[in-house]
């Protein structure tokens, strides 16, 4: 069988390499964890851990481990408050098998109409996707010119944007992040999802309120994961905290 929190792991480690690397920022990955050696964007941890056991101090001398330092604990089994960190919030790692062919699409080319969930192709809209997403770190080209990313919109009367998520296919399943809905119907963005990719499983995570949309569409739990954070004397207010990616 499987080993889907695994997968799910590493296909979270891959996007945020994708996302680091769109800020010029190079990671660096073995069999215990994908790190980078500073500052991550904002919303984006500086390590994610790719398998259990991994040890607490070596993983903190592969990042900049100071204050705003981030990790995710991929197993949930680090004890990171003796190096200074506290835990920000736990999650659940989710997979969805294949669904197959929906019966009413959900997901249509650009120009399709303002219902449906739809690719962003150009800078301008992924700008006014990254605003809509809260997620100004996502604002670079150059995620648009990897072909394992895609960036989903739904737009309103109007055009602007309403409910989005990003997809990237970079292994044995499709990963799901930055899922946002203006209106709150994030169910219907899950659902397009899914309908964007029937025949291939799907992995991603989420927390809280985040998850009962992405179970009504078929995910289910896999296994529990969390986010530490190093605190800062005196909080940035420009550094968010860690949680979209």
């Known amino acids: 069988m499987v080993a889907w929190r695994a997968v799910?792991?590493?296909?979270?480690?891959d996007w945020c390499d994708l996302v680091g690397r769109a800020h010029g920022l190079v990671g660096a990955r073995d069999a215990d964890a994908w790190t980078v050696p500073r500052r991550s964007p904002p919303w984006y941890p500086d390590a994610v851990t790719l398998r259990p056991g991994v040890d607490a101090a070596r993983l903190l001398a592969?990042?900049?481990?100071?204050?705003?330092?981030s990790v995710k604990d991929s197993f949930a089994d680090l004890d990171l408050a003796p190096h200074g960190f506290r835990?920000?919030?736990?999650?659940?790692?989710?997979h969805r098998p294949p669904a197959g062919p929906p019966a009413t699409p959900l997901v249509a080319p650009p120009g399709a109409g303002p219902t449906a969930?739809?690719?962003v192709t150009s800078a301008r809209g992924l700008a006014a996707w990254a605003a809509a997403a809260g997620s100004e770190a996502l604002r670079r080209p150059a995620l648009l010119a990897d072909p394992r990313v895609t960036i989903l919109a739904r737009r309103g009367g109007d055009g602007a944007v309403t409910a989005g998520a990003v997809l990237t296919d970079?292994?044995?399943a499709v990963g799901v992040s930055n899922v946002f809905a203006a209106d709150g119907d994030l169910a219907r963005v899950w659902r397009g999802v899914v309908a964007a990719c029937p025949d291939r499983p799907l992995v991603g995570y989420e927390s809280g309120g985040g998850l009962p949309p992405a179970e009504e569409a078929g995910?289910?739990?896999?296994?529990?994961l969390r986010v530490w954070l190093r605190p800062a004397?005196?909080?940035?207010?420009?550094?968010r905290p860690v949680g979209r990616g």
Not at 87 to 94: D, G, H, S
Request: without cysteine; glycine residues 12%; aromatic residues 8%.
């Open 8 to 13: 799910a792991a590493r296909d979270n480690a």
């Open 170 to 172: 970079s292994g044995p």
């Open 219 to 224: 995910f289910r739990r896999v296994g529990p």
């Open 62 to 69: 592969r990042i900049e481990a100071g204050p705003g330092a």
């Open 117 to 119: 969930l739809a690719p």
């Open 233 to 239: 004397p005196h909080p940035d207010p420009g550094r």
């Open 87 to 94: 835990m920000l919030f736990e999650a659940e790692w989710i």
